[in-house]
């Protein structure tokens, strides 16, 4: 049986992998192979805390593959949707089994993701992103007034900061596409972008441009726009990304160009995480009339307890 540090070692390298096959190969094999050796290890093991967090990355595997599925114009089979949910309530309910909150916004945003990407339901997807928020929102401020606490090491604050970008990108996204509110998306998405320039990873940070241009586009800055995504498709290609990140990218920087009247509306094309097909069975899902207002974040003590689920890209 690995050693804890071993699989530690694991899932950092799983997870190196599994940001490489998304954003420049589309090739999951090396990704898939480190996770599941990590996964398999820490289920063997006693570290609870590991156990939640090796399944909250293979879902995460699981969702990029999806992903990429969609970006390259197929359908994801249902038994791929379900196996992706099932993988981000396991983390979840051994993430609140173990009393740690701030731990569970991975899982939540996860599940956010498998109802807006997968089953193209916002309604459904933003109470699980809104307790995402608060958790984020609470641990950075944590964070900065906890100066004599123990230090995160360089792969726990890049997994932070990049599930910070990510909370809030998709939350910008849904003040964009869903609200209609693009001062409070174009917020969202600098944040966003802010954490993704601070991670310092060159593979993330067009897709946190494009966000961001598009944003803008909506809200009346056409100028900043066409900025912004110009340096999207200059990075893209500087990043090796894939053909189709690329191609996005360049899209957006065309619309934007094109965009000469200011009183029309642009249409804005959300990429492979903002474009999925099936709709979920309504019944089932969580009630989306908590949403907070705009103004004000959620609280992050609302999170669910072990035995219910929350009142519910790119990697980007």
């Known amino acids: 049986m690995a050693t804890e540090q071993e699989v530690r070692a694991l899932l950092a390298a799983g997870e190196e992998a599994l940001a490489d096959a998304a954003f420049r190969t589309g090739d999951f094999g090396t990704a898939r192979e480190l996770l599941g050796a990590a ?6 093991g006693t570290d609870a805390g590991m156990q939640a967090s090796a399944t909250d990355l293979v879902g995460m595997l699981a969702h990029y593959q999806n992903i990429t599925t969609l970006m390259s114009g197929s359908p994801v089979s249902q038994d791929d949707i379900d196996a ?10 051994s993430w609140q089994k173990l009393g740690e909150p701030a731990d569970m916004a991975q899982s939540l945003f996860g599940l956010g993701l498998v109802y807006q990407v997968l089953h193209s339901d916002w309604t459904a997807a933003m109470p699980y992103y809104w307790q995402a928020l608060g958790l984020i929102t609470t641990q950075q401020a944590g964070d900065q007034q906890d100066a004599g606490g ?28 869903e609200a209609s509110q693009p001062a409070e998306a174009v917020r969202h ?22 966000a961001l241009g598009q944003a803008e586009l909506e809200a009346g800055g056409r100028d900043r726009a066409i900025e912004l ?38 249409v804005i094309a959300p990429d492979a995480e903002e474009q999925p097909e099936a709709g979920p069975d309504a019944e089932t899902e969580p009630d989306a009339e908590t949403e907070p207002d705009a103004e004000t974040e959620p609280d992050a003590e ?5 035995d219910t689920e929350p009142d519910a890209d790119n990697p980007a």
Request: proline share 5%; glycine share 6%.
């Open 84 to 93: 992706e949910e099932r993988l981000f309530r396991q983390a979840l309910a």
């Open 189 to 210: 998405l600098q944040i966003s972008l802010d954490l993704r320039e601070e991670l310092g990873d060159q593979r993330r940070i067009p897709s946190g441009l494009v």
């Open 39 to 44: 996964h398999a290890e820490a289920m063997l």
């Open 302 to 306: 609302t999170e669910p307890d072990a």
């Open 150 to 177: 123990p230090e995160e090491t360089g792969g726990q604050q890049a997994g932070t900061l990049y599930l910070r970008s990510e909370v809030h990108r998709h939350v910008g996204f849904y003040f964009l596409v």
């Open 229 to 266: 995504l110009r340096r999207a498709v200059a990075e893209s290609r500087t990043a090796g990304l894939m053909p189709e990140r690329i191609k996005d990218a360049e899209q957006a920087l065309a619309e934007a160009e094109a965009y000469a009247d200011a009183d029309a509306s642009p």
